[in-house]
T-cell receptor
């Protein structure tokens, strides 16, 4: 009963490096999301996807890219990492439109030094 | 700009007491108001949710009170237990569209035995 699985759990990046956070879900959800969580700020939406091949920006998309080639996978790409991207990243998924439960992964802790 | 404002930032309650967390929103287009519970090192998980056609929803020890005219809603935890110690996030979204949740900044609840 995996749900939403994120890898890696922890990562330290140097300024200017790039990396991809992986996310996969096994619930056949059409909607997927990436949020970042900063202390005292709640969760902010980075990007979301309403289905394979369709992605759109959320509140804080700068410095990130996404793709959705399959229903199951929604990787988040960080290009040219900056200290401001130090955060906890959560991938999530849901079935259908607004008002349906969003299920979160366990998070990926990223530190940029 | 914070779409959903949450208070208090932290809360300490004695075992058996009532925990109350408050949220306010501005966007009258929001029509779905969930509460998420997050334990350390884990992703948020849906606790309880309400739609604006009712003023209260109760599930076990957890109750949401909703005041549409004031654009406020609150979470009440009755008979609070040490196992309730977690961070609680209120959120809001529209039921049409991409199901994008706007989160409050979170309340860290500590229940003292």
């Amino acid at each position: 009963n995996a749900g939403v699985t994120q890898t890696p759990k922890f990562r330290i990046l140097k300024i200017g490096q790039s990396m991809t956070l992986q996310c996969t879900q096994d619930m056949n959800h059409n909607y997927m999301y990436w949020y970042r969580q900063d202390p005292g700020m709640g969760l902010k939406l980075i990007y979301y996807s309403v289905g394979a091949g369709i992605t759109d920006k959320g509140e804080v998309p700068n410095g990130y890219n996404v793709s959705r080639s399959t229903t199951e996978d929604f990787p988040l790409r960080l290009e040219l990492a900056a200290p401001s991207q130090t955060s906890v990243y959560f991938c999530a998924s849901s079935y259908g439109q607004g008002g349906n439960t969003i299920y979160f992964g366990e998070g990926s802790w990223l530190t940029v030094v | 700009q914070q779409q959903v404002k949450q208070s208090p930032q932290s809360l300490i309650v004695q075992k058996g007491g009532i925990s109350i967390i408050n949220c306010a929103y501005e966007n009258t287009a929001f029509d779905y108001f969930p509460w998420y519970q997050q334990f350390p090192g884990k992703g948020p998980a849906l606790l309880i949710a309400i739609r604006p056609d009712v003023s209260e929803k109760k599930e076990g020890r957890f109750t949401i009170s909703f005041n549409k005219s004031a654009k406020q809603f609150s979470l009440h935890i009755m008979d609070s237990q040490p196992g309730d110690s977690a961070t609680y996030f209120c959120a809001a979204s529209r039921r049409t569209g991409a199901n994008n949740l706007f989160f409050g900044t979170g309340t860290r609840l500590t229940v003292i035995p």
